[in-house]
């Protein structure tokens, strides 16, 4: 579930306040909310921060504490009513592995590529959710989860060509992993990934190359499984790689994508595909573990043609039949 304030979409007039979540249930049903808001408000307070994104109709809301250990989000919407909460068993961290501390840490910790920033709130939560679907349906459930903050100087088609995002949970590891291609001041590839044993951080790390003296990660698509996107990047999972060369140590880990949860297209194989995804990995040479995980990855020109992105994400005014016109218009681009 994502809150945003985001300039990128200037184009549908002052303030595009946009939440988005997506749903995906154990017979393959997948819910999906692109909703635009009319206003929201964001509270400051000693100990937490709260916001609402609000309209007549329908309200989004978050509760965090200032320490980033729990959080409650409630949705009331016309697909899903309800809400869930997330108790952090991780410290926070910043995209570069440094810690998170109260006065924001080092200036630049928090950059992960040129214009685009970072922060891992909760690299590992349990999560309770508890919600009740149009038809009637309540589901609820417990498991595991996460939380990040991210923040852009521009729009972010101008300061990306694509992102990789990936999250997981294998028996006592928990991983996060960002890969970004960035266009602005140096283009070229960026990554930030977090690799936590037993909540504690083993390896964090900006680092995407083999180095004989830093932690570094490594991240490599696969093409020899069942399940693609529909658009230019054709991967069916990836391999990562966690590298701490003064421990003398290597975490494995294979995710393989197994459900589509979401897919929009922006025309000419761009676009952006989100997988649920099997997890099978741990430390090489000791004991493997397999777990659950989600990614998003796309690939996006720098610019849309204002009839595509009305397409794309102009369908968030249509009320309660968008999630058909999300789908249709997938396939059409």
């Known amino acids: 579930m994502a809150f945003s304030r985001d300039a990128s979409y200037a184009f549908f007039g002052q303030g595009n306040l946009r939440v988005e979540f997506y749903i995906t249930l154990g017979d393959g049903t997948v819910i999906q909310e692109l909703d635009y808001?009319?206003?929201?408000?964001?509270?400051?307070?000693?100990?937490?921060?709260?916001?609402?994104?609000?309209?007549?109709?329908?309200?989004?809301?978050f509760h965090i504490t200032k320490d980033h250990q729990f959080a409650t989000l409630k949705f009331d919407s016309w697909r899903v009513r309800g809400g869930f909460t997330m108790s952090s068993s991780t410290t926070p961290h910043l995209a570069d592995g440094s810690l998170w501390t109260p006065?924001?840490?080092?200036?630049?910790?928090?950059?992960?590529?040129?214009?685009?920033?970072?922060?891992?709130?909760?690299?590992?939560?349990?999560?309770?959710?508890?919600?009740?679907?149009?038809?009637?349906?309540?589901?609820?459930?417990?498991?595991?989860?996460?939380?990040?903050?991210?923040?852009?100087?521009?729009?972010?088609?101008?300061?990306?060509?694509?992102?990789?995002?990936?999250?997981?949970?294998?028996?006592?590891?928990?991983?996060v992993y960002w890969d970004v291609m960035a266009r602005m001041s140096k283009p070229g590839k960026y990554v930030s990934g977090h690799l936590f044993h037993n909540d504690q951080l083993l390896v964090g790390s900006r680092i995407g190359n083999v180095s004989d003296e830093h932690d570094y990660v490594l991240f490599t698509d696969n093409f020899d499984g069942e399940m693609s996107g529909r658009y230019k990047d054709k991967n069916t999972g990836h391999t990562f790689e966690f590298v701490s060369p003064i421990k003398d140590k290597k975490w494995r880990f294979d995710l393989q994508h197994v459900v589509t949860q979401y897919e929009m297209g922006a025309g000419?194989?761009?676009?952006?595909?989100?997988?649920?995804?099997?997890?099978?990995?741990?430390e090489v040479g000791d004991v493997q573990y397999e777990g659950r995980g989600h990614s998003e990855q796309t690939y996006w020109p720098e610019h849309i043609e204002q009839w595509k992105i009305w397409l794309v994400w102009g369908f968030g005014f249509l009320g309660k039949g968008k999630v058909y016109v999300m789908k249709m218009v997938s396939y059409i681009l």
Not at 268 to 282: D, I, K, L, P
Request: charged share 20%.
């Open 37 to 61: 808001i009319s206003e929201s408000y964001v509270a400051d307070c000693p100990d937490f921060i709260a916001g609402v994104w609000n309209s007549t109709d329908r309200s989004y809301s």
């Open 103 to 175: 006065d924001g840490g080092k200036p630049d910790a928090t950059e992960i590529s040129p214009g685009l920033h970072y922060g891992l709130s909760m690299g590992g939560a349990d999560v309770n959710v508890d919600a009740t679907l149009s038809s009637g349906r309540r589901i609820a459930f417990k498991g595991r989860g996460g939380s990040t903050r991210l923040w852009a100087t521009d729009g972010w088609l101008k300061l990306c060509e694509g992102w990789k995002v990936f999250r997981a949970w294998a028996g006592p590891y928990s991983i």
């Open 268 to 282: 000419a194989g761009f676009g952006m595909s989100g997988f649920a995804n099997r997890v099978v990995g741990g």
